[in-house]
């Protein structure tokens, strides 16, 4: 399994715009998918955003559509979720994961997830 640290989340004004990181360790990493979720206090663990093992093929939930951007270099062993736009209701804990295969969208395909970091928008 890959390990995963995010980092990037921070404070930011509704309309703001912050980017989070996603290190993993291995030297396999463009063996994995990578997905980014996010959890809000009291709410489920929720989809955001999925890449592809070479980066060409993403999903967005549509709640993030059109504002939210995933990337990833395979290089350096990271991937990326750019966040413009954000909202209050993007406040939420948002965590990285891998699956080891092809882009999925279902939590329960990723078998390695980070620690999370917090993103919080204020009105």
């Known amino acids: 399994q890959v390990q995963l640290v995010e980092s990037g989340g921070g404070l930011v004004q509704a309309g703001g715009s912050l980017r989070l990181s996603c290190a993993a360790s291995g030297r396999t990493f463009s063996s994995y998918a990578m997905g980014w979720f996010r959890q809000a206090p009291g709410k489920e663990r929720e989809f955001v955003a999925a890449i592809g093992r070479s980066g060409g093929n993403t999903y967005y939930a549509d709640s993030v559509k059109g504002r939210f951007t995933i990337s990833r270099d395979n290089a350096k062993n990271t991937a990326y979720l750019q966040m413009n736009s954000l909202k209050p209701e993007d406040t939420a804990v948002y965590y990285c994961?891998?699956?080891?295969?092809?882009?999925?969208?279902?939590?329960?395909?990723?078998?390695?997830w980070g620690q999370g970091t917090q993103v919080t928008v204020s009105s």
């Open positions: 994961a891998a699956n080891r295969g092809p882009i999925t969208l279902a939590t329960t395909d990723f078998g390695s």
